[in-house]
């Protein structure tokens, strides 16, 4: 299985598949991006690095018991996508705690409130295969089992269940 476990930075991704007990190894893209060079241009305003997609798929050929795990996971050939979701204003605060800035928490919490990875997700690889969950109010530990009940086939596919628009 192929699995990539995407959201919007702050949804917990990172925290959540360090804790997921399963045979997959946990690929975190965006360490592997920065260590390897797999970027085109950073971004000094945004203190990023636009990551090459392309470069990052070749990177990934053959690995296919694995959980890539990133805001830019849902762009690769997948065979499920968990889509991790937080309520905006919860969003917002974790991002500021990080020590981002409150124009980049709120461009965020925005994206988030208006579906922007779930929207992309679906798009590229059909509602069959995209899973929600909303992390708001879930320890770690919780949304770790959720992303292995959706490896063990034990969960439908739930995209469209959570709705943030009313923080617009």
Do not use: Q, W
């Not at 208006?114 to 992309?120: H, T």
């Not at 059909?126 to 086939?153: K, M």
């Amino acid at each position: 299985m192929r699995l990539g476990v995407t959201g919007t930075p702050g949804t917990g991704k990172t925290t959540a598949t360090d804790l997921v007990e399963s045979d997959l190894d946990v690929v975190h893209l965006n360490e592997m991006v920065r260590e390897e060079g797999l970027y085109t241009e950073v971004d000094e305003e945004r203190d990023s690095v636009v990551a090459d997609l392309e470069a990052v798929a070749t990177r990934l050929e053959g690995r296919d018991d694995v959980i890539l795990e990133s805001h830019l996971a849902h762009h690769l050939d997948l065979d499920a996508v968990v889509v991790l979701r937080c309520e905006p204003t919860e969003l917002e605060g974790r991002l500021r705690d990080r020590g981002a800035s409150a124009a980049k928490a709120e461009e965020n919490a925005e994206s988030e409130a208006l579906d922007v990875i779930l929207s992309e997700a679906v798009d590229r690889h059909g509602r069959n295969s995209v899973y929600e969950v909303d992390t708001t109010d879930r320890p770690p530990a919780a949304v770790a089992e959720e992303i292995e009940a959706v490896i063990a086939g034990e969960l439908e596919p739930s995209a469209g269940t959570v709705d943030f628009t009313d923080y617009l």
